[in-house]
């Protein structure tokens, strides 16, 4: 069993639809939980970066970290062509010396 | 603030020939990473330095793979000799705290390697 399962997709949705990505994880340690973002032929870019459980809101962007259920999700609210990339869910965890974990990804499509 | 950079960005070689990917992060950042990234696979960690000193190498094939970063600041990853499993994107970031802390990692566009 991976440490981190994700949903490769890929996902597509219309334009201002709302998306959701998830990610489960089976290392209880996991404190650190982290989204990023990777467009086609770059580096991942960090958008969303929470500690322990609950919501964490940045503009278009909710991160909901649920510890009870080692379930992470993020949410984007009035999608536009422009988030279509692969989404990587990260963790860590002190007991880990911080090395991140990343998920395998979901490649998001969003349609105009 | 400059990024993190990386050389080259494509490279192609022969398997059992050797290879060489170059990263400078960004500056005055103590912490360099090197991932590979298999094509629809997340990054995952080959070595972690702490200035020129090695925090984390455990899932590094030394047989094969090597890194170093002698005055704290670039680094290289080599491969000698490559197989075809090493076709993959190298991925560099950089941090700016010191191991042991959580911290935000920033990513280079990394170097897309195919081994035939």
């Known amino acids: 069993q991976k440490e981190v399962e994700q949903d490769p997709g890929p996902l597509s949705v219309p334009e201002g639809a709302i998306v959701s990505l998830n990610c489960t994880y089976s290392?209880?340690?996991?404190?650190?939980f982290m989204w990023y973002r990777q467009y086609s032929r770059k580096g991942p870019e960090l958008l969303m970066y929470?500690?322990?459980?609950g919501n964490k809101e940045d503009g278009r962007f909710t991160a909901q970290v649920d510890k009870s259920s080692k379930y992470i999700s993020l949410f984007i609210r009035d999608s536009q062509p422009s988030d279509s990339a692969t989404y990587l869910c990260?963790?860590?965890?002190?007991?880990?010396?911080?090395?991140?974990?990343f998920g395998a990804g979901t490649r998001l499509f969003v349609k105009a | 603030e400059a990024g993190v950079a990386q050389s080259p960005r494509y490279k192609i070689i022969e398997k059992r020939q050797s290879v060489a990917f170059w990263c400078n992060p960004i500056?005055?950042?103590?912490?360099l990473y090197w991932y590979q990234q298999i094509l629809g696979q997340g990054p995952k960690l080959l070595i972690q330095?702490?200035?020129?000193?090695?925090?984390?190498d455990s899932q590094l094939p030394k047989d094969r793979f090597s890194a170093e970063r002698l005055k704290g600041v670039d680094s290289t990853l080599k491969i000698q000799p490559a197989k075809l499993e090493d076709s993959a994107v190298y991925l560099c970031?950089?941090?700016?705290?010191?191991?042991?802390?959580?911290?935000?990692?920033?990513f280079g566009p990394g170097t897309r390697l195919t081994v035939l």
């Open positions: 929470t500690y322990s459980s």
């Open positions: 990260a963790m860590s965890a002190r007991t880990g010396g911080f090395k991140t974990i």
């Open positions: 290392n209880s340690a996991f404190q650190y």
């Open positions: 500056s005055g950042h103590a912490t």
């Open positions: 970031a950089s941090s700016g705290q010191g191991a042991g802390r959580a911290d935000t990692q920033y």
């Open positions: 330095f702490q200035n020129n000193g090695v925090v984390d």
